[in-house]
């Protein structure tokens, strides 16, 4: 499980960011391993991007892969990039 925690960029709405996203969502679903994604956002602002992977390495390979393959995305321009705190860490428990 990859997940992402950040506020966003001054004067950015989760509106802005979920556009700015459009290009992450569709490279993602390409990705190996990818099984979903989910945005929240706490009342003080603090966005929750959470993804599910088959593995810890795949969700890593991704990770980079964004700041590589998609270095051009507006989506790095709607985070506060001071404020990201990001990990991708085995399940260790599921309830279906």
Request: aromatic share 8%; with cysteine.
């Given at each position: 499980?990859?997940?992402?925690?950040?506020?966003?960029?001054?004067?950015?709405?989760?509106?802005?960011?979920?556009?700015?996203?459009?290009?992450?969502?569709?490279?993602?679903?390409?990705?190996?391993?990818?099984?979903?994604?989910?945005?929240?956002?706490?009342a003080d602002?603090?966005?929750t991007d959470m993804l599910?992977?088959?593995?810890?390495?795949?969700?890593?390979?991704?990770?980079?892969?964004?700041?590589?393959?998609?270095?051009?995305?507006?989506?790095?321009?709607?985070?506060?990039?001071?404020?990201?705190?990001?990990?991708?860490?085995?399940?260790?428990?599921?309830?279906?």
């Amino acid at each position: 499980m990859e997940i992402t925690t950040f506020f966003l960029a001054k004067s950015v709405t989760m509106k802005d960011f979920i556009a700015a996203n459009a290009d992450v969502d569709a490279w993602l679903k390409q990705q190996p391993g990818f099984i979903l994604r989910r945005i929240t956002q706490r009342a003080d602002g603090l966005v929750t991007d959470m993804l599910l992977w088959t593995s810890a390495k795949n969700g890593e390979r991704a990770a980079h892969g964004i700041v590589t393959e998609l270095a051009g995305s507006a989506v790095h321009a709607a985070i506060d990039h001071s404020t990201v705190d990001w990990s991708v860490n085995v399940c260790r428990h599921r309830v279906n």
